[in-house]
């Protein structure tokens, strides 16, 4: 956590931690959040939302404007935003897992996403029902919002 350089405010933050196990739940509401790239994980600025998480499920809202994500292991350049809302949540149990996304919008000059849906995984199977709306997305901007490891160069 020191390596990321937190800044911004943390509201209502609760955390249930046990020695033996660790950090059991976390509550908490950010505005304004900064945080360095840390290994694989991007870095950001301006990040708002509230984040409800216990053990095996959680809950993420989004409520950011004028976001700058710093993704260099995934992307090839910084991508900023506009605005950044909706909510994900997710729950797993062994090997089963469900995420859910509703109303996720992410918007800036390049393009408008919407998505909406959810992926199942149980006893080895996938099941996903997912709406993916893409909307004003400029033609010659779409490949700096995909991971690069994804498509090849002469794609």
Do not use: C
């Not at 994900?88 to 393009?111: G, K, M």
Request: proline share 4%.
């Amino acid at each position: 956590l020191v390596e990321t350089k937190p800044a911004g405010d943390i509201h209502a933050l609760s955390a249930r931690y046990q020695p033996d196990s660790g950090v059991q739940a976390l509550d908490l509401r950010a505005e304004g959040l900064a945080i360095l790239p840390w290994q694989d994980y991007p870095g950001a600025n301006d990040l708002s939302f509230s984040l409800s998480w216990q053990q095996n499920q959680g809950e993420l809202r989004l409520n950011s404007h004028q976001t700058t994500l710093y993704a260099d292991s995934w992307l090839d350049e910084t991508v900023y935003l506009e605005s950044m809302t909706g909510e994900v949540s997710w729950h797993y149990q062994q090997e089963n897992w469900h995420i859910s996304a509703e109303r996720l919008n992410l918007w800036n000059d390049d393009l408008n996403l919407s998505l909406n849906g959810r992926v199942n995984h149980q006893n080895g199977e996938t099941d996903t029902d997912l709406r993916l709306e893409l909307q004003d997305v400029q033609n010659n901007r779409w490949r700096a919002y995909l991971p690069t490891s994804l498509i090849p160069e002469d794609f």
